[in-house]
């Protein structure tokens, strides 16, 4: 049963375009929600994050939209650039300290020049 | 200081051995997780200690053994493992237990498990 699904397991943008990564999920008790991103041979890095009682969060060029009626959240890169190429997972957990992390399946972005 | 290490980084082992993989972190986190990453799929959690104190367990075969010395360290003492526990083996860490806003993970780089 997978609970944080990302359906595009890969995304090809321009360099300058806009960037846009989806994540669904099932758990309507989901309150916190993370953007990680991997590099090959590294682990995963944390990004952004939202929680629940907003539906916006903007660190710099990553903005993350949360729309917790469609259980759907999105990370927006903007511009994107060639060394933003990674695997990107999108997690959910429910806050508290029993918490564990549940990731999405990844969606590998390539900017190109 | 935010890293997470991790050694070694790669490690081939025959399922009759027992190899130890280990993890450090110097930022006084309190909390060290165990993940398991295959090949085109999310990292799976497999161990959450809490101030050096097992917390999580999630139903791991018993072949892996974790241990937590002390607060910086976190090790996977493996035994008789299968060809199928091949995989990425991940640590992060956290400042305290559970996940909120300002308590994120911070991950290593793994290590690459291969049994044979």
């Known amino acids: 049963d997978q609970q944080v699904k990302q359906n595009s397991p890969s995304l090809s943008v321009q360099e300058g375009r806009i960037s846009i990564l989806n994540c669904d999920y099932t758990?309507?008790?989901?309150?916190?929600f993370l953007w990680y991103k991997k590099y090959p041979a590294e682990g995963p890095t944390f990004l952004i994050s939202?929680?629940?009682?907003?539906d916006k969060n903007e660190d710099g060029r990553f903005t993350v939209f949360l729309n917790k009626s469609a259980k759907h959240l999105s990370l927006h890169i903007v511009p994107s650039q060639p060394g933003d190429s990674a695997v990107y997972f999108c997690a959910a957990t429910l806050t508290g300290t029993a918490s564990k992390l549940t990731f999405g399946t990844g969606t590998r972005l390539q900017v190109t020049l | 200081d935010t890293e997470v290490t991790q050694t070694p980084k790669h490690l081939v082992m025959g399922m009759t051995n027992k190899k130890s993989l280990k993890c450090e972190q110097h930022m006084g986190h309190r909390a060290m997780y165990w993940y398991k990453q295959k090949a085109k799929k999310p990292p799976e959690l497999m161990f959450v200690?809490?101030?050096?104190?097992?917390?999580i367990n999630e139903s791991v075969p018993s072949r892996f053994s974790p241990e937590c010395p002390n607060s910086s360290l976190l090790n996977l003492h493996l035994h008789a493992l299968q060809p199928e526990d091949s995989a990425l083996y991940l640590c992060a860490s956290s400042q305290v237990p559970g996940l909120a806003p300002g308590n994120e993970q911070y991950f290593g780089p793994g290590t690459r498990l291969t049994v044979t």
């Open positions: 758990n309507s008790m989901f309150d916190y």
């Open positions: 200690y809490s101030y050096e104190k097992l917390s």
């Open positions: 939202i929680s629940s009682i907003k």
